[in-house]
């Protein structure tokens, strides 16, 4: 990693919006400051949805009507 560069990634999926989150790892892996080290803080009701790799940190939330979860 270049210079140590470390960058935090928020991710807000409950309900059905979990589903986006394989393929939203995926490509901020791929695609976003790749000379930067990722860190993703997961917010959702479904902390039991997978196997969570160690750059991820998941945080149980209440599902709420938009926009009150991203509150």
Do not use: C, R
């Amino acid at each position: 990693m270049g210079d140590n560069l470390k960058t935090s990634i928020v991710f807000i999926g409950t309900g059905n919006y979990i589903n986006f989150l394989p393929n939203y790892y995926s490509a901020m892996k791929t695609h976003f400051l790749s000379e930067t080290e990722l860190k993703f803080h997961v917010f959702t009701d479904q902390v039991q949805y997978a196997s969570w790799p160690d750059d991820v940190s998941v945080y149980q939330i209440e599902h709420l009507q938009w926009p009150f979860v991203t509150l």
